[in-house]
């Protein structure tokens, strides 16, 4: 499932974000990036998809720190952004109110555990 999260600039997180930004269009070849992306009303332009090597750093952003802020427009709920974790694809685009993350591959619910695949309590 593909989910998307939009950082303003108003945000706390925006420096992060915008210094991941930059550090991804230094390091990443500029022939792998995607033109564009329209989400909601929101048009975002060249979109970098984030390596394996440095999908941590996205989780070091802490996303989820912003979820009821009114600067942090997304689709996912906080138990889908609490479960995100370096298995997840992460692409990032800059948009005009701010930078754009999709994410593909959050699970939509929680993976069964317990002997009978649930929680026995």
Excluded: C
């Amino acid at each position: 499932m593909t989910y998307h999260a939009l950082i303003t600039e108003q945000s706390r997180k925006a420096k992060a974000a915008r210094n991941f930004y930059e550090y991804l269009r230094q390091k990443v070849n500029q022939a792998g990036w995607i033109p564009s992306l329209q989400w909601d009303v929101h048009q975002a332009f060249d979109g970098i998809r984030v390596p394996d090597r440095d999908r941590y750093k996205v989780l070091n952003i802490r996303l989820h720190d912003e979820h009821m802020s009114p600067y942090f427009k997304t689709d996912m709920n906080l138990f889908h952004m609490l479960m995100m974790d370096d298995t997840v694809d992460v692409t990032v685009f800059r948009a005009a109110p701010g930078w754009l993350f999709v994410f593909d591959g959050i699970p939509e619910g929680p993976k069964p555990f317990g002997q009978q695949g649930h929680d026995p309590r």
